[in-house]
């Protein structure tokens, strides 16, 4: 308990009794044993006090903490489906790059002769905008002379 009680035999112990029952006196020991069981029980008081609060602000931080977690724990929860959203975009993009790359590497085999002239043809054949309405207008204007 104490450190100097350690080195303190009884016959010692004894000696300082005397003493102070001698220097105070016996009708002054009693109060001055209450008075120092008062303090004693004041200061068994506060820690037991600290004692508390240190544990309710120790069960403040887990709560705390658990609140911590749940939010984590949320965050992670939105997050999956986004990476999971974002990791199918990467791989359709992928996916349509590659397609694409295919396409292009079988027109460039394709001979040039047959697709460009197969182009021009639909070209040449399809009238153009202002042709189309510049042919009704000249087939129009036949037919109302005859008229």
């Known amino acids: ?43 068994k008081d506060a820690r037991a006090d600290i004692e508390n609060e240190i544990r309710k602000t120790s069960g403040d931080m887990r709560k705390d903490m658990n609140i911590n977690r749940t939010i984590q724990e949320t965050k992670d929860q939105f997050e999956k489906p986004l990476k999971d959203f974002s990791k199918d975009i990467d791989e359709s993009t992928e996916d349509l790059r590659k397609r694409v790359e295919i396409k292009t590497k079988q027109a460039a085999n394709l001979p040039n002769s047959i697709s460009h002239n197969k182009i021009e043809k639909e070209l040449e054949h399809k009238p153009k905008p202002q042709e189309e309405k510049s042919q009704e207008k000249s087939e129009e204007s036949p037919n109302a002379e005859k008229k």
């Open 1 to 43: 308990m104490l450190l100097f009680l350690n080195s303190i035999a009884g016959s010692e112990i004894v000696v300082i009794l005397l003493f102070v029952l001698i220097f105070f006196g016996a009708k002054s020991i009693p109060g001055m044993s209450r008075t120092l069981g008062r303090g004693i029980r004041q200061i």
